[in-house]
């Protein structure tokens, strides 16, 4: 799976049976104030790393159609949501790292259940612009009512995409001398600079792919 435009690359997945990476990289969108007269803008090319809100988890039944709390089957929900993040070169590759977790309701034999997740790119908070889907395999060993796994993903974006313009930096980090008339005004106000902004964050996000009546049931929940 490819993608064309050059700001990003299609995410890649990678089943694993432990936990091979850990750490993460700074968030974007850190302001803080200089001594009262400036503002020092703290960002990383690095995407953000969550999970969507409704797609952390996942419920199986059976049957497949009853919706009986007597007929769960299997729950799992996705934890330990982390990456490393290489921004040094001209893409920025982000390797991300989760867990999932399952509980079965019934412990007869030995059993593996397949779950399908995405991991998908996110720009501007609102723009898809890649996803690719996988699947992680947990197994329970006989008489097991809880197992767990984990899975890999990575992402590369465009430094340049992820990259505020030299402008907008300008407007970010300029010294204000108190009594200025622009010294008590926040430069994100500004609808330039906060699109700009927005256009220059990216997020790696990983959820369960679920369909729309699960993502109904989740919902309701």
Same mark, same amino acid.
Request: charged share 20%.
């Given at each position: 799976?490819? /993608? !064309?435009?050059?700001?990003?690359?299609?995410?890649?997945?990678?089943?694993?049976?432990?936990?091979?990476?850990?750490?993460? !990289?700074?968030?974007?969108?850190?302001?803080?104030?200089?001594?009262?007269?400036?503002?020092?803008?703290? *960002?990383?090319? !690095?995407?953000?790393?969550?999970?969507?809100?409704?797609?952390?988890?996942?419920?199986?039944?059976?049957?497949?159609?009853?919706? @009986?709390?007597?007929?769960?089957?299997?729950?799992?929900?996705?934890?330990?949501?982390?990456?490393? !993040?290489?921004?040094?070169?001209?893409?920025?590759?982000?390797?991300?790292?989760?867990?999932?977790?399952?509980?079965?309701?019934?412990?007869?034999?030995?059993?593996?259940?397949?779950?399908? +997740?995405?991991?998908?790119?996110?720009?501007?908070?609102?723009?898809?612009?890649?996803? *690719?889907?996988?699947?992680?395999?947990?197994?329970?060993?006989?008489?097991?009512?809880?197992?767990?796994?984990?899975?890999?993903?990575?992402?590369?974006?465009?430094?340049?995409?992820?990259?505020?313009?030299?402008?907008?930096?300008?407007?970010?980090? *300029?010294?204000?001398?108190?009594?200025?008339?622009?010294?008590?005004?926040?430069?994100?106000?500004?609808?330039?600079?906060?699109?700009?902004?927005?256009?220059?964050? /990216?997020?790696?996000?990983?959820?369960?792919? #679920?369909? @729309? @009546?699960? #993502?109904? +049931?989740?919902?309701? *929940?």
């Amino acid at each position: 799976m490819s /993608f !064309c435009t050059p700001a990003y690359r299609a995410v890649s997945l990678v089943p694993l049976a432990l936990v091979l990476l850990a750490g993460g !990289c700074a968030k974007s969108g850190d302001i803080s104030v200089d001594g009262g007269v400036g503002i020092t803008a703290v *960002r990383s090319a !690095c995407p953000v790393v969550g999970v969507p809100t409704g797609t952390g988890d996942i419920t199986l039944f059976d049957p497949p159609a009853s919706r @009986d709390a007597s007929a769960i089957d299997v729950t799992a929900v996705i934890t330990n949501v982390r990456s490393t !993040c290489d921004d040094s070169g001209a893409e920025v590759v982000s390797n991300v790292t989760f867990d999932v977790r399952a509980r079965r309701a019934r412990t007869d034999g030995a059993r593996e259940v397949t779950l399908p +997740y995405f991991i998908t790119i996110v720009r501007g908070g609102t723009q898809v612009v890649a996803k *690719r889907v996988g699947a992680v395999a947990v197994r329970f060993e006989a008489e097991q009512a809880l197992a767990s796994t984990s899975a890999q993903g990575s992402a590369t974006v465009n430094r340049s995409a992820a990259t505020l313009p030299d402008s907008v930096r300008e407007q970010l980090t *300029r010294k204000r001398k108190a009594g200025d008339q622009d010294a008590a005004v926040d430069p994100l106000s500004t609808p330039e600079v906060r699109q700009a902004v927005l256009s220059a964050s /990216f997020e790696a996000l990983v959820g369960f792919q #679920l369909t @729309d @009546d699960q #993502l109904r +049931y989740n919902a309701q *929940r």
